[in-house]
Nanobody, 121 residues
Framework: QVQFVESGGGLVQPGGSLRLSCATS????????MKWYRQAPGKERELVAD????????NYVDSVKGRFTISRDNAKNTVYLQMNSLKPDDTGVYYC??????????????WGQGTQVTVSP
C-alpha cells in the first residue's frame, strides 16, 4: 500500500512561513505528478498545488499563487510545499498525494495523516 508521511506544519503568525515535506513510498514516485491538498475546518479537501513528474511545470489554486511553491526531489521520493506570507485562510490540514498533472483527483485512495497548519496572531 502506498504511503504518504507529511510533516512540517505548525502554528505561525500571519505573514510567516512554513515548509512542508511529504515522504512517499511503495509507488513509482518519479512517474507521477504530485499534489498538495488542504482541508480547512468544515470544508472539503481542495487541491492547492501540483507538479509534473520531472518538476518542470507547476500549478496553483488562485488563492496561493505567488505565495506557495511546490517542488520535488525524485531521488528522495519527497515533495515539498514552501508557504510564504501565510494568511489565516491557509489554516487547515495539508496532505499530499499523486495523480495526473492539472487534474484535481488523487491517484490513490490512501492518505497520510496530514500535517496541521494554523495561521493565527
Amino acid at each position: 500500500q502506498v504511503q504518504f508521511v507529511e510533516s512540517g506544519g505548525g502554528l505561525v503568525q500571519p505573514g510567516g512561513s512554513l515548509r512542508l515535506s511529504c515522504a512517499t513510498s511503495r509507488f513509482s514516485f518519479s512517474l507521477h505528478a504530485m499534489k498538495w491538498y488542504r482541508q480547512a475546518p468544515g470544508k472539503e479537501r481542495e487541491l492547492v498545488a501540483d507538479i509534473t513528474p520531472d518538476g518542470g511545470r507547476t500549478n496553483y489554486v488562485d488563492s496561493v499563487k505567488g505565495r506557495f511553491t511546490i517542488s520535488r526531489d525524485n531521488a528522495k521520493n519527497t515533495v515539498y510545499l514552501q508557504m510564504n506570507s501565510l494568511k489565516p485562510d491557509d489554516t487547515g490540514v495539508y496532505y499530499c498525494n499523486a495523480g495526473i498533472y492539472y487534474n484535481k483527483d488523487p491517484a490513490f485512495r490512501s492518505w497520510g495523516q496530514g500535517t496541521q497548519v494554523t495561521v493565527s496572531p
